[in-house]
Nanobody
Framework: QVQLVESGGGLVQPEGSLRLSCAASGRKFAFTAMGWYRQAPGKERELVAAIIGGGITKYADSVKGRFTISRDKSQTVIYLQMNSLRAEDTAVYYC??????????WGKGTQVTVSS
């Protein structure tokens, strides 16, 4: 059974930084893609950043230049370095891992709150 465990969320002041981690277990082979989504109160869950296959990355326009997604050599741990955080980045951040278009897994989420 695949499990994704997120860590690193918390309260940070505007313009501050946080680093999220997501560790995957329960699968022998690499995922086709892993990424981070977020959901703010009253809003739909949205893609923040993803890392695909050989290392191609994609970002939501709202986080480009501020957030960086990366992964370790085992391709079972991904990170999200978040800099220059804004109040609108406040959300629950979820780790996602895909095997194919029909099969993906979710972590339980970690809260990120940006506030002074």
């Amino acid at each position: 059974q695949v499990q994704l465990v997120e860590s690193g969320g918390g309260l940070v002041q505007p313009e501050g930084s946080l680093r999220l981690s997501c560790a995957a277990s329960g699968r022998k082979f690499a995922f086709t893609a892993m990424g981070w989504y977020r959901q703010a109160p009253g809003k739909e869950r949205e893609l923040v950043a993803a890392i695909i296959g050989g290392g191609i990355t994609k970002y939501a326009d709202s986080v480009k230049g501020r957030f960086t997604i990366s992964r370790d050599k085992s391709q079972t741990v991904i990170y999200l370095q978040m800099n220059s955080l804004r109040a609108e980045d406040t959300a629950v951040y979820y780790c996602n891992a895909k095997i194919n278009a029909d099969t993906n897994f979710w972590g339980k989420g970690t809260q990120v709150t940006v506030s002074s």
